[in-house]
């Protein structure tokens, strides 16, 4: 695998836990301040954020696949 290669798969690892973190945050937001209105809002909020989690996994394990490599 080229420098370029790897440099793109931790930017797309970065990306994707970013992108898991928004999640997370919007679930925060909601807890802390809205609960008791949008409550309704948290399983598609908990399904974005399990979706973000385990594409962010997947690419963790390809890039420490071909850092291991």
């Known amino acids: ?3 370029e ?3 793109a ?3 797309d690892v970065s990306h ?3 992108i898991a973190s ?4 919007q679930i925060h937001d909601l807890v802390e301040d809205r609960l008791l ?3 309704d ?3 598609e909020l908990a399904r974005q954020a399990h979706q973000a989690c385990v594409d962010w996994a997947a690419a963790k394990a390809r ?3 071909c850092e291991g490599a």
């Open 1 to 3: 695998m080229t420098e």
């Open 5 to 7: 290669e790897l440099k």
């Open 9 to 11: 798969l931790k930017k």
């Open 16 to 18: 994707k836990k970013r």
């Open 22 to 25: 928004d999640w997370a945050s």
């Open 37 to 39: 209105t949008d409550y």
């Open 41 to 43: 809002a948290l399983p």
């Open 63 to 65: 890039l420490d696949a």
